[in-house]
């Protein structure tokens, strides 16, 4: 989606000529030389005034980047260029701030995953072994976390599907209007709230025990209007033309939806699925009020306390030694992988089958 | 994430084709009924989620009023949770408390930062980095909030206690940055998670809306001899306004309920500290996952009064939110 996005963007950059030829300017090279000259002196400081946080050194360098940046253009090109460079420089920094945090992530977790993460601790569950021993591994959440999830799409993904058909096809008046603004209003309900939910309704009301599926339906919960969101969007690139002309041959409206409408958009609602249920793979929340967590495999979803990944995570974070360190580390890098390869998989799909949008 | 923007539909799709009543097929045949029966099972699946949206209301109420009704404190003000004591005495003075200063600090961070990273999507970037980094972008918002918990429990609160040193010696002063010298698993720290967290939803959103922003009036700008800068102050920025707001709403809403992030982060206390840097406070998500496994009846349902609360704060909030977008979206169409 985000590529149809940037498509609308002008071909050519937004980028003034200076007012008149005669107007001073500084070298092209002049931000790029500022930005290393400014690191190089912050790190100088931090190193000299012995400052233990790199983050002090890159609020430093920052600092020192957008301030040289105005002062110098002030002095020779003016004050509206300044401005206009401050404003470039502020720009360039937020992008940093933004990325730093994602590349140390991302490097944190593969780095110390690694050191556990291997066929064994895929293959064996924690059944058995204390959170002070080493050893152990991620089978017993990573089949907990398959099945839930895997539950929550079989209830989310029709419902959300079919919501989607009605607020596009079907809906008008009031009542769809409603739909549109709560579907919007779910996505923002938090995980922990729809986790009480079902435990005060399936739980304590009905009087259940903690299993998988309780999971499962708290995970539908939210995952829910983030399909109807998607496919929506999906189906509302589907060209009228291709509708018109199937009820144009007297194929009726039900028909004309499942046999034109949805095969010619189903790239874009797959997508959507996937990548709604990369979003609720992780959520810890509603696992930890429903299903409970367990240390041994539980294949029955339906009955007793399951595992899974983010719960793993949680629980060997708790238990707070190096062993148990190591292991949220690489479970979070299994969990990490298997979001990540979600959202690769759905972008894969979604481009090789984007829907021609008319004309 | 990509389902929370919204891609402008190509015009030609705003108005479904009606159905040709009657048109097809004869009376009473088979299609009339195939049609009944599809629209009323799409429709169908709508009501349920309104139904659920009201039962997840009526559910969270019916428990909390069995809660309160024992409830000893003032559920407001009291400044305690001893929810499975005997009288119970609890209330939310200190998760509120804490719930919205790590919210307002987490966007006081990522909100600017978040509009600039649009911008720079938008208007600055070359190029060939504007589209990875839309998709990095993306990915950021895909990583599982536990782990973001993780990372910031593990790295960034070791890392943090240098940073915190120095805003103590410049402000501590003011009592709000003083700093003990402690692990820095405080309010100002899970803020600073929660912004990074948020960043993504903020920034998709306003992206969204510069990239709207009609050519002619930044050509018009540029035409009067503007810089990139005054063309986007001018008139980016105006025609944004509304949009940022509402994806500062979201990103709020994030931040309000976000649960496994700050309960890995922060070590709680039931007070309120008037330094932000220190550890202690807590707030009702976090509040919820660290009491949940010791509570009794009561207490769980005295944890659901605070999940009720969180829900009503963040439905206002998300429900505010929209109804800007939408607003918009209606008087914007004309100049588009």
Redesign the interface.
């Known amino acids: 989606m985000s590529h149809a996005v940037m498509d609308q963007r002008p071909q050519d950059a937004v980028g003034p000529r200076p007012a008149t030829l005669r107007q001073a300017r500084l070298p092209r090279w002049a931000p790029l030389g500022i930005a290393l000259g400014s690191a190089a002196l912050a790190i100088a400081t931090g190193v000299l005034a012995d400052l233990q946080s790199r983050a002090q050194w890159g609020l430093i360098a920052a600092l020192l980047f957008v301030a040289t940046t105005f002062a110098l253009t002030t002095a020779v090109e003016g004050v509206r260029q300044a401005k206009d460079r401050l404003a470039t420089s502020l720009v360039w920094v937020c992008f940093l701030a933004a990325v730093v945090p994602l590349a140390s992530l991302v490097w944190e977790t593969v780095a110390r995953g690694a050191e556990m993460f291997d066929l064994y601790f895929l293959t064996h569950s924690m059944s058995g072994l204390r959170d002070l021993q080493p050893g152990g591994g991620v089978y017993h959440s990573l089949i907990g976390t398959l099945q839930q999830v895997g539950l929550a799409t079989l209830i989310a993904a029709p419902l959300g599907l079919l919501t989607a058909v009605y607020l596009v096809e079907y809906g008008k008046g009031k009542l769809a209007k409603a739909v549109t603004f709560f579907v919007d209003v779910m996505t923002g309900i938090p995980s922990i709230v729809a986790g009480l939910f079902v435990l005060s309704f399936w739980i304590i009301l009905l009087d259940f025990g903690y299993s998988g599926w309780a999971g499962a339906m708290a995970l539908a919960i939210l995952m829910m209007p983030i399909v109807v969101r998607s496919t929506e969007e999906m189906l509302k690139l589907v060209p009228n033309e291709l509708r018109e002309a199937s009820l144009a041959l007297g194929v009726p409206k039900w028909r004309t939806i499942l046999k034109v409408v949805l095969p010619t958009s189903i790239g874009g609602i797959t997508t959507g699925v996937m990548l709604a249920v990369a979003r609720i793979a992780g959520e810890t929340a509603p696992i930890m009020l429903l299903v409970f967590g367990a240390s041994s495999i539980n294949n029955n979803p339906f009955e007793g306390p399951q595992d899974s990944l983010p719960y793993f995570i949680w629980t060997q974070f708790k238990a707070g030694n190096q062993y148990a360190y190591d292991r949220a580390w690489a479970a979070a890098l299994v969990l990490i992988a298997l979001v990540m390869l979600l959202n690769l998989l759905a972008r894969g799909i979604a481009r090789w089958k984007a829907p021609k949008a008319g004309h | ?7 402008a ?2 015009p ?6 009606e ?2 009543k009657g048109s ?2 004869t009376k009473g045949s088979a ?2 009924r ?2 009944r ?3 009323g ?10 139904v ?2 009201a ?2 209301a009526a ?2 109420t ?2 909390s009023i069995n809660a309160l009704s024992v409830n000893e404190g003032n559920f407001f003000t009291t400044f305690d949770w001893n929810a499975n004591a005997d009288p119970p005495v609890f209330g939310i003075a200190v998760l509120a408390f804490g719930t919205v200063v790590s919210s307002v600090i987490a966007m006081a961070l990522a909100v ?6 649009a ?2 999507i ?6 060939k980095l ?2 990875p ?8 918002a ?10 910031g ?3 960034l609160v070791p ?5 915190y040193f ?1 805003l103590d010696d410049y402000f501590g002063w003011t009592g709000v940055f003083a700093y003990d010298g402690g692990a820095a698993r405080s309010l100002f720290t899970v803020g600073i998670v929660l912004a ?1 967290m948020i ?1 993504p939803i903020v ?1 998709n959103v306003s ?2 809306v510069f ?2 922003v009609p ?1 002619m009036h ?1 050509e018009a700008a ?1 035409a009067l ?8 102050r001018m008139s980016v920025l105006p025609f944004g306004r509304s949009g940022v707001i509402s994806a500062s709403m ?1 990103g709020l ?2 931040a ?5 992030a700050v ?2 982060v922060l070590s709680p206390s039931f007070l309120i500290n008037p330094s932000l840097l220190n550890p202690g406070g807590g707030t009702f ?1 976090q509040n ?2 660290a009491g ?1 496994n010791e509570a009794g009846d009561i207490g ?1 349902d005295a ?2 009064a605070s ?1 009720l609360v ?2 009503v704060i ?2 206002v ?3 505010g939110a ?1 109804m800007i977008i939408a607003r918009r979206k209606e008087y914007s169409g004309a100049n588009a």
């Open positions: 994430m990509d389902m929370t923007k919204t891609v539909p190509p030609q799709a705003e108005l479904p084709p159905a040709p097809s097929g299609t009339h195939g049609d029966i599809f629209s099972l799409t429709k169908g699946s709508g009501i349920t989620l309104l659920i949206m039962a997840i559910f969270l019916w428990r600017p930062v978040a509009v600039g990273i911008l720079f938008s208007h600055y970037a070359p190029r504007a589209s980094l839309a998709y990095v972008i993306d990915l950021l895909a990583v599982p909030s536990i782990v973001y918990g993780l990372w429990a593990l790295f890392h943090l206690s240098g940073l120095w990074i960043l920034t992206r969204e990239l709207q050519r930044e540029l001899g503007a810089t990139r800068w005054e063309v986007i979201l809403g994030r309000l309920g976000e649960t496994m309960a890995t998500a919820i996952a949940f769980r944890l659901i999940g969180l829900f963040t439905l909030v998300n429900g929209r």
